[in-house]
């Protein structure tokens, strides 16, 4: 029963950015919270809110995206506009009632490696905190269930 | 509905030593569409690769997940492997278990757990993988070489002299760069100038060289092998045609007091003026700022004494549009302004001068024909006192980096003064000295030992004016007590920066730079001269700070990459490109819009008898860079990108 | 003298046939929305709608239906059924049409091919049905040749009183009769009289509108789409009409494991019936519109001599565009005029 | 002569003169609060047409329906204030020209009817630019502001129930202006990104979905919401997305039809405060 | 879950778990498996319904369910063959299938070629592309049983030589002496060393000319070919009740429930797929 909870992070990362930066934190040794699992894609541009409903759906108790700073972007503006499409996404997430603290959003570069052992050990406490994603997984444990009418 | 083979790589222990790969193997081996899971040392070495290419052959595999570093490693390595082995490259995914897990986490059953995941997921991808062919562009065997000093006329002499165009652009109104200013160069101390104006000449004079100096990049568009460059020529009011560099208009010109920036500050020009005297081409411009006739409509004297007539106030800048198939960026330096050190004096005292003030005071075509003199009083000074550092490896005023030559130059100054002023002293105080390099050492040593110039470790707290005299107070850290110097000149060793707008003018061009505004290499060791954009090089001090070797070496290395570009009529590029399901497009453009390369256009669809039916977007496959925003921004889920599908990625965070 | 059941009785009845493990069913209004729903105390029964907005179809036919739990291994395919709800129910306070749809549904679900999923609820329900003595402009029963306290389908059907405190209670199957001996002696006799049926005027010449429907040239007149115009093509009316029965199979899950489920679907949605070829047999709105219609008063009548429409309106009153069974048959009844 | 006259008078000429193919209007409905869409392609179909406080729906999805417009003859349509805008987003994402469209603009705000001066979208322009400075002033629902102020766990709840109710008919997209794609993300079933099933987790993604689709596009016309049949207060989680966009981009939907799309489009000091 | 479950032939949804035994590529996009029953009880179940002519639902769990004929004749039942194009997300899965993979079938389904009423007869078969495997599972269910019919006559045609499908049994009914077969691609589809006819069906039908004495016709192929087809059997002489061919809609249950398949009143799942040309006439052909 004390067994303390281990949350499940799935993390949208951009492949020149902050997956180089994961990249360098590993080989820079740094150590952090083994929770988060990352999907590499070429740019946060290609990051779309379904993959994070989609993480949901799957169990995650949060989601973390992340890309290149603005104007490091590899394709010059594929983070301006996923950072618009955030913006609004995140008003929507939070306007149904799904904590924002479970969906986080960063910039890390790939010189960051530090920056990012650290946001995972930060991210990973945080949702540790939060607790398991309850709400969501009952939506999900019902469509599991037989029919009750 | 697959056949993947899973192949577990130990990394030596580097994975082994934290992921249960036996374990991990037999897991993923009960994974459904696992045909083969195996586990070995080191898949990355030969027989690791034979072992694939051997499970690809006997189980007639449909997809490859390798589970070892990150795919920044060895991606193209094993694809390559899979590819000899007759599966489409495309069809191999890596997992990353070791940067992403078995290096950065400490409980062995949880980094297995997450192997297990990672290698899960990606298994789920690859079985939606879709076979993929290079696609096949056009490139246009044209160079443009952006910055016209020692690494931009190298690069664009190794390209045209292998026979191909290049187009050799330099935003001041001559060639030559930071080094035409030197006056010599260590570790050989031979004259700048007398190596420098030649290549200078040579680059000028080339047939397949166009050079365009007093020229911006405005605007950069394309792709690899097929750029579309726009260049604005700054209005010289010289026509470039009839001046013959014959100079008599800066003689008459009224305007003469006008600070050299060539000089940096030391000298003084014309307002209608070559930036010196060995200026390529020898046409001079005029500096509309300072210009008379351009600030009140009155003087044209320049024009009334020119013989040939060719000046003319009234050209304009004028735009060039080339096409390019590669860029070689080589648009140098700046030094830092070292006013921010308040307690050296810079800019309050005269004699306190920058590092390559002293280079023009010690060249022979410099403000003082090479005599070092002091500017405040033209005085030989008797004392001078060289501060290494000023603003290298200072994070809280300077920069956080090794500016890399400052070692090498200060050595240089204190033996050049040394030869001409003799019996002066000479007083550096240092750091470190990095003297790594051929020859390099050895120089500094003959610095200290043949012109004694006098090494004082420790950095120097302040520089104040007494008597006369700059006193400089300083610590040396070796003998653990404070010095004070009285001298007549202080130079500044300062730091080599990026170039004020250089984050700027790689948004125009579309690479990456770092926090201090130097370009990303590709890849810092296996891709040095490359840019992150396909087909932008990079040179020189653009890059990082470096010496001249360095700079040529790195210039000649990107001409290498250009030719091997240029060496075929097409070029094959990644297939990770989007494309369009012309059925399901709604035709609202949104993707035309959000797509950063313009390489979404629309298209209609007609019948049979040319009557329009609907309007949709189509990709550019040649344009597209495969940033996937227009998949996103697709509402009817349309537009989809070959390598990272809507498919695979639900797939992906399905299988996770 | 009838038997009586007084709705001062009726939290007594629910506790009887909760003790005799029968769960109750009943119109409750609820985040305002309407339909059938448990129902645990005589004060959640809203029996002052005229009819609730949704079907009493989902306690059948629920909108999205497990079928089966699959779980995909290396070597093997584990699968796990999923049943329908073998607990007894009493659904109180059905409208007439609503059970009526019901009984139109049986021989489609049983054509053939038993449809468990419909079956084993229908054996385990009973219906006790509430004559209506309140009526909107949607009504339409008395044009389907029903009535507002139509027996079809029902197991009790209860008329209520003039002074609405109760309701007369006429027993019509055996297992409505098995329902109400369980709280047999809360009923009384009493002479108290039933309030008058509610008045359902008749809207459409359905003699007339089938005759034209049959006329195999009509199936491509141009009424079909003068009248279906406006239609958007949304699924409401299938949705909530009691007979509408098309349904979809979906697989849903991750990529080793999820459930088979069947989920209602609409013969308006143009996806409906596209081929993965691109061709759709029914590709423009008007041809699903004809189908809707063909289907309930041409087809199913020539297959189970049923029309598959029980006169709820549902489809009319719902509507976003107001469109609905009723105007359709009232315009195309005329057309032979 | 009042405004259903006036506008009769209109629609007769707009037809008889042949300037126009069709005008779509509202006609009587079933009951007498009702109206439904009313199609008029002869000047005498004109006298079926009614205008009054009761025509709400914004008639400009039927606009783009297939092949209506292909032939290049102009259509005439009655118009609220937000249905212009809604010609204007559609002209912006290329599914009609805006001067094929004659509007027929009315407004009932205050309860009272009146004609709006002007006869394609781009007469609308300085209506529209008042309605976006006023957009902020809109006297706040109550219900609205409660859900505001709720904890995320009892919105999550709040909306948890809402959307249990959900049947999707789609009733909601298909009475949308806007939802005009060829083929609707959840109908797209490689991959089935959206759960079909009406289960409330399907039913969650749909909503969230549809809502995400209509930022920076609604005109807040309510359509969804009043087609919808289980009563889900759509029309919040659409409002919300306005605010947002108008906030903090702003941008107000359907200002005119050169308006950039505000998710296809970004400013590089677009705020990020969220991202860490 | 357990105590929920109920017997297999109770669920009317539940599918039969099938191995792939066999695959073969036929054409671009179109491939063959040959499938076996895992239950033997569901074996027995199929051997004692399937005759030819019936469809099933062949499914991924996971994807969903796709309909198609059974091609393999009544005559061979101890495997189910199918060949399907892959278009959908089902068909696209099912294409990617590697022997020993498990899939599902439910079926079979709807009615049958009376292949009774053909005894003694002359047949001719006509299929074009895609549509020869409903063919192809009358015409070997026939000619198992060759001494019982008459002349056998086959028209094949596809767009090009690669889209032909079955090659290797073309092959096998060219070679036999009772078997007259007929084969044609579209003009500009024919290879270099095609050796056969370059035209479209119809008409390649109206120069071999057969005769329409005491002969039955099966017509399967796309809707274009269907019609023109037809016409040029009513000008050979045929009579619409002998000319039989199948049709297809898209399904979701195959039991004449979930809605979607009907063709005016008629219901591909359960009256279909096998109708005469005189029956499909009488339905709109608005609803084809």
């Known amino acids: 029963m004390s067994e303390p909870f281990e949350p499940k992070i799935v993390a949208f990362v951009c492949t020149y950015c902050t997956y180089a930066g994961a990249d360098l934190a590993g080989t820079s040794r740094l150590k952090y919270a083994p929770n988060v699992r990352i999907v590499r894609l070429p740019c946060t541009g290609r990051i779309s809110p379904m993959f994070i409903l989609k993480a949901l759906q799957k169990g995650a108790d949060g989601v973390l995206v992340s890309g290149c700073h603005p104007g490091d972007c590899h394709f010059t503006h594929g983070n301006y506009h996923a950072r618009r499409r955030w913006t609004v996404f995140r008003a929507l997430l939070e306007f149904t009632g799904i904590p924002l603290e479970r969906v986080k959003f960063s910039w890390i570069s790939a010189a960051e490696g530090v920056k990012f052992a650290e946001f995972i050990n930060t991210i990973t406490e945080d949702i540790r905190k939060q607790g398991p994603f309850d709400q969501y997984k009952q939506l999900i444990r019902d469509t599991e269930s037989p029919a009750t009418l | ?656 | 003298m009838t038997r009586i059941l007084f709705a001062d009785k009726l939290d007594n009845c629910l506790e009887r046939w909760r003790s005799a493990g029968i769960s109750v069913i009943g119109p409750v209004k609820k985040s305002n929305s309407s339909g059938y729903s448990a129902v645990t105390k005589a004060a959640e029964f809203d029996f002052n709608l005229v009819l609730p907005e949704r079907s009493i179809k989902e306690l059948f036919f629920p909108q999205s239906e497990p079928l089966m739990r699959y779980e995909i291994k290396k070597q093997e395919i584990n699968t796990s059924e999923f049943k329908a709800p073998t607990s007894e129910r009493i659904i109180f306070g059905v409208r007439p049409c609503d059970a009526a749809g019901l009984a139109i549904d049986d021989p489609l679900f049983g054509w053939d091919y038993q449809d468990e999923y419909w079956f084993q609820r229908r054996r385990e329900t009973v219906l006790v049905t509430i004559a209506c003595t309140k009526a909107d402009d949607f009504c339409m029963c008395t044009s389907l040749k029903l009535t507002p306290d139509s027996e079809k389908g029902s197991d009790i059907l209860l008329r209520p009183l003039e002074n609405n405190s109760g309701w007369q209670v006429e027993e019509l199957t055996d297992r409505g009769r098995e329902a109400f001996k369980i709280i047999a002696d809360l009923l009384q006799e009493s002479q108290e009289k039933a309030a008058p049926t509610a008045v359902v005027e008749e809207k459409f010449d359905l003699e007339a509108a089938l005759a034209w429907l049959k006329e195999p040239e009509n199936f491509e007149s141009h009424f079909w789409k003068e009248i279906s115009m406006r239609c958007i093509g949304c699924g409401s009316c299938t949705f909530l009409c009691p007979t509408c029965h098309c349904f979809d199979i979906q697989d849903e899950g991750d990529t080793y494991s999820g459930i088979r489920r069947k989920n209602w679907d609409s013969c308006s949605f143009a996806l409906f019936t596209m081929h993965t070829s691109g061709h759709n047999p029914r590709s423009t709105q008007s041809a699903r519109w004809r189908q809707r219609i063909m289907h309930k008063f041409n087809y199913f009548p020539g297959k189970f001599n049923l029309n598959s429409c029980s006169g709820c309106g549902r489809c009319s009153r719902q509507c976003p565009v107001d469109m609905g069974i009723t105007e359709t048959l009232q315009e195309l009844s005329k057309l032979l005029r | 002569m009042s405004i259903v006259e006036q506008y009769r008078t209109k629609v007769k000429e707009l037809l008889s003169s042949g300037q126009v193919k069709m005008v779509i209007g509202y006609g009587a409905g079933t009951t007498p609060d009702r109206r439904r869409p009313l199609f008029m392609r002869s000047p005498e179909d004109a006298d079926k047409m009614l205008l009054d406080n009761a025509c709400i729906a914004n008639l400009s999805g039927y606009l783009v329906s297939e092949g209506l417009l292909s032939d290049e003859k102009r259509v005439a349509i009655m118009l609220r204030p937000e249905g212009v805008r809604s010609i204007n987003i559609l002209a912006a994402e290329s599914q009609l020209k805006a001067e094929q469209i004659v509007i027929v603009g009315f407004d009932t705000a205050g309860e009272e009817l009146r004609a709006i001066e002007g006869s394609e979208a781009k007469d609308f322009c300085a209506l529209i630019d008042s309605l976006k400075e006023s957009a902020p002033l809109q006297a706040p629902d109550p219900l609205f502001e409660r859900i505001v102020q709720m904890s995320p766990q009892e919105r999550f709840n709040y909306w948890q129930e809402e959307f249990s109710k959900c049947i999707k008919c789609y009733a909601c997209r298909q009475s949308c202006p806007m939802c005009y794609c060829r083929r609707c993300i959840v109908d797209s079933n490689q991959p089935q990104w959206i759960n079909t099933s009406s289960h409330t987790l399907g039913n969650f993604e749909w909503n969230i979905v549809r809502a995400f689709h209509l930022a920076g596009r609604c005109v807040a016309c309510g359509n969804c919401d009043r087609s919808c049949p289980v009563n889900i207060p759509l029309r919040f989680i659409n409002r919300r997305m306005g605010m947002e966009v108008l906030e903090v981009f702003d941008h107000f939907p359907g200002m005119s039809e050169s308006q950039e799309p505000v998710l296809a489009s970004f400013k590089k000091d677009d705020p990020e405060t969220f991202i860490l | 879950m357990k105590e929920n479950s109920i017997n297999a032939q109770d669920n009317i949804y539940k599918p039969a778990i099938m191995k792939v035994v066999a695959k073969h590529d036929e054409a671009p996009g179109v491939k063959t498996l040959r499938i076996e029953f895992v239950d033997p009880v569901e074996h027995e179940r199929f051997k004692t319904t399937y005759r030819t002519g019936m469809f099933g639902l062949y499914g991924v769990y996971g994807e969903g369910e796709s309909t198609f004929c059974v091609a393999s004749p009544e005559t061979r039942k101890e495997y189910i063959e199918c060949t399907f194009r892959q278009s959908g997300r089902v068909t696209s899965v099912l294409a990617n299938a590697e022997i020993g993979d498990l899939i599902t079938y439910r079926g079979p389904y709807g009615n049958r070629f009376p292949i009774e009423e053909f005894y003694g007869k002359n047949l001719l078969f006509i299929a074009g592309g895609i549509a020869l495997p409903p063919t192809r599972s009358v015409i070997w269910s026939c000619l198992d049983q060759r001494e019982k019919f008459g002349k056998v006559t086959i028209v094949y045609g596809a767009r090009t030589v690669a889209d032909l499908v079955y090659k290797h049994e073309l092959d096998e009914w060219m070679e036999r002496d009772d078997v007259e077969l007929v084969l044609a691609v579209d003009p500009g589809g024919e290879s270099p060393d095609w050796k056969h006819k370059v035209g479209f069906v119809p008409t390649v039908l109206e120069q071999a000319a057969p005769s329409p004495d005491n002969c039955i016709a099966v017509l399967c192929g796309p809707p274009i070919m269907i019609k023109f087809t037809l016409i040029a059997l009513k000008k050979l002489g045929f009579d619409e009740k002998s000319v039989y061919t199948t049709l297809e809609n898209r399904m979701k249950c195959g039991v004449g429930k979930c809605g979607r398949c009907n063709v005016g009143s008629v219901y591909i799942c359960k009256e279909g797929p096998v109708f005469t040309a005189d029956e499909v006439s009488r339905m709109p052909a608005a609803d084809l």
């Open chain 2, 1 to 656: 509905m697959a056949k993947i083979g899973v192949f577990i790589c130990h990394c030596g222990e580097n994975v082994a030593a934290k992921i249960d790969c036996t374990q991990l193997t037999a897991a993923i081996g009960e994974h459904p569409g696992v045909a083969v899971s195996v586990e070995y040392k080191y898949f990355c070495s030969d027989p690791g690769q034979e072992s694939v290419k051997k499970a690809i052959r006997e189980h007639g595999l449909t997809g490859v997940v390798v589970a070892a570093c990150s795919p920044r490693m060895h991606e193209a390595t094993f694809r390559n492997a899979c590819a000899e082995a007759g599966l489409n490259p495309y069809l191999c995914e890596i997992a990353n278990i070791r940067e992403h897990c078995s290096w950065v986490h400490t409980d062995k059953d949880m980094a297995t757990i997450k192997a297990l995941e990672i290698t899960r997921s990606l298994v789920e991808k690859v079985k939606r993988n879709n076979e993929l062919r290079p696609i096949e562009v056009p490139v246009t065997r044209r160079a443009l070489v952006i910055g016209g000093g020692i690494a931009g006329i190298q690069a664009a002499l190794d390209i045209a002299n292998a026979g191909h165009e290049v187009v050799l652009v330099e935003r001041e109104a001559s060639l030559g760069g930071h080094m035409a200013q030197l006056s010599e160069t260590f570790p050989t101390l031979d004259c700048s100038q007398c190596i420098m104006t030649p290549r200078m000449v040579e680059a000028a004079r080339h047939p397949k060289i166009r050079l365009l100096t007093y020229a911006e990049i405005e605007r950069v568009e394309g792709y690899i092998g097929n750029f579309k460059v726009k260049v604005r020529m700054k209005s010289r009011s010289v026509d470039m045609k009839k001046c013959t560099g014959c100079g008599d208009c800066m003689l008459k010109c009224p305007v003469k007091k006008i600070s050299s920036e060539f000089d940096c500050g030391l000298g003084k020009r014309a307002a209608i003026y070559t930036p010196f005297a060995q200026s390529v081409p020898n046409i001079p411009v005029i500096d509309k700022k300072r210009c008379t006739y351009f600030k009140n409509g009155k003087c044209q004297i320049c024009s009334k004494s020119c013989p040939i007539n060719a000046i003319d106030f009234t050209i304009e800048d004028e735009f060039l549009d080339i096409e390019i198939g590669a860029i070689v960026v080589a648009t140098g330096f700046q030094i830092q302004n070292t006013a921010m050190y308040g307690e050296y004096g810079y800019g309050k005292y005269a004699d306190v001068i920058t590092g390559l003030q002293f280079e023009r005071l010690a060249s022979a075509s410099g403000p003082t024909s090479g005599k070092i003199l002091r500017p405040s009083d033209n005085s030989e000074p008797q004392t001078v006192v060289f501060i290494q550092c000023a603003g290298s490896r200072d994070p809280s005023k300077g920069v956080r980096y090794c500016s890399k030559i400052c070692c090498m130059y200060t050595a240089k100054h204190a033996m050049l003064y040394a030869h001409k002023v003799h019996g002066g002293k000479t007083h550096i105080f240092y750091m470190d000295i990095r003297a790594g390099g051929k020859g390099y050492d050895e120089f500094t040593r003959r610095a200290i030992e043949e012109d004694e110039a006098s090494y004082v470790r420790g950095r120097v707290s302040k520089v104040w004016q007494e008597n006369g005299r700059l006193m400089v107070r300083g610590v040396d850290t070796l003998l653990g007590r404070p010095v004070e110097v009285a001298a007549d000149m202080v130079v500044l060793a300062t730091a080599i920066i990026a170039q004020p707008d250089a984050k700027e003018f790689a948004k125009t061009v579309g690479i990456g730079y770092d926090e201090y505004g130097f370009y990303n290499e590709a890849h810092l060791k296996l891709r040095p001269v490359e840019s992150s954009t396909a087909g932008i090089y990079l040179a020189g001090c653009c890059q990082s700070p470096k010496d001249i070797p360095d700079s040529v070496a790195q210039a000649s290395a990107t001409a290498s990459k250009v030719l091997a570009l240029f060496s075929k009529e097409q070029l094959e590029r990644e297939p990770v490109v989007a494309s369009n399901n012309e059925a399901t497009c709604a035709g609202c453009w949104g993707c035309v819009l959000a797509c950063p390369y313009g390489a979404i256009e629309q298209k209609d669809i007609l019948d049979r008898s040319g009557r329009l039916i609907k309007r949709v977007a189509s990709v550019n496959p040649g344009l597209c860079q495969g940033c996937g925003t227009c998949v996103t921004f697709c509402r009817s889920n349309s537009i989809d990108l070959a390598g990272f599908t809507e498919r695979q990625i639900f797939a992906e965070v399905m299988g996770l």
